[in-house]
T-cell receptor, first 115, second 114 residues
Framework: DTGVSQDPRHKITKRGQNVTFRCDPI?????LYWYRQTLGQGPEFLTY????????KSRLLSDRFSAERPKGSFSTLEIQRTEQGDSAMYLC?????????????FGSGTQLSVL | GESVGLHLPTLSVQEGDNSIINCAYS??????FIWYKQESGKGPQFIID?????DKRQGQRVTVLLNKTVKHLSLQIAATQPGDSAVYFC?????????????FGSGTKLNVKP
């Protein structure tokens, strides 16, 4: 068990560029979450997958954001036409999703800076 | 108190003392709670969890207390060490009808003085 892995750890981009982040959850965890965190705040929910199905998206997730989990394993989060307000830490988390075990484990995050 | 922007509530304790970090949660239907520790530049690290059918749970040097009547959680850290310095978040699970989303408070910064 290597934990939740996120790549890259840091991303610096210019406004208007597209960026894509990857998350590899703990193996056999069927729930995967994306959160966003800005300085001094707790993580804010963005979206949630149960296996390959994206079951909910937050209102925070504008049309420029898209997330996929094509085979129910790793997930990608893409931001198109980045804006300075997108600068934040993007956190991925996974959970076994059983009734007896809902523990949520986070990766180390991708720190995005939009210049 | 509540945090606004960058102004996290801060708890300063002396090394070796016990720490108590408090959290008020928002949803009376939440039935599962987790405390996380977050160090600068890292993702939140799972510390301890508790279900709503319990009012106390103990781990190694940590204890979580749950008071459902007033929707309050606390995290007690015994014999606080410099390595405990971090921001601590409580998270509540909003349940099956909310896709088991976890909602996070704004956090408390723990500063351990050697």
């Amino acid at each position: 068990d290597t934990g939740v892995s996120q790549d890259p750890r840091h991303k610096i981009t210019k406004r208007g560029q597209n960026v894509t982040f990857r998350c590899d959850p703990i193996s056999e965890h069927n729930r995967l979450y994306w959160y966003r965190q800005t300085l001094g705040q707790g993580p804010e929910f963005l979206t949630y997958f149960q296996n390959e199905a994206q079951l909910e998206k937050s209102r925070l997730l504008s049309d420029r954001f898209s997330a996929e989990r094509p085979k129910g394993s790793f997930s990608t989060l893409e931001i198109q036409r980045t804006e300075q307000g997108d600068s934040a830490m993007y956190l991925c988390a996974s959970s076994p999703g059983s009734l007896t075990n809902e523990k949520l484990f986070f990766g180390s995050g991708t720190q995005l800076s939009v210049l | 108190g509540e945090s606004v922007g960058l102004h996290l509530p801060t708890l300063s304790v002396q090394e070796g003392d016990n720490s108590i970090i408090n959290c008020a949660y928002s949803n009376s239907a939440s039935d599962y709670f987790i405390w996380y520790k977050q160090e600068s530049g890292k993702g939140p690290q799972f510390i301890i969890d508790i279900r709503s059918n319990m009012d106390k749970r103990q781990g190694q040097r940590v204890t979580v207390l749950l008071n459902k009547t007033v929707k309050h959680l606390s995290l007690q850290i015994a014999a606080t060490q410099p390595g405990d310095s971090a921001v601590y978040f409580c998270a509540e699970n909003l349940g099956l009808y909310n896709f088991n989303k976890f909602y996070f408070g704004s956090g408390t910064k723990l500063n351990v003085k050697p």
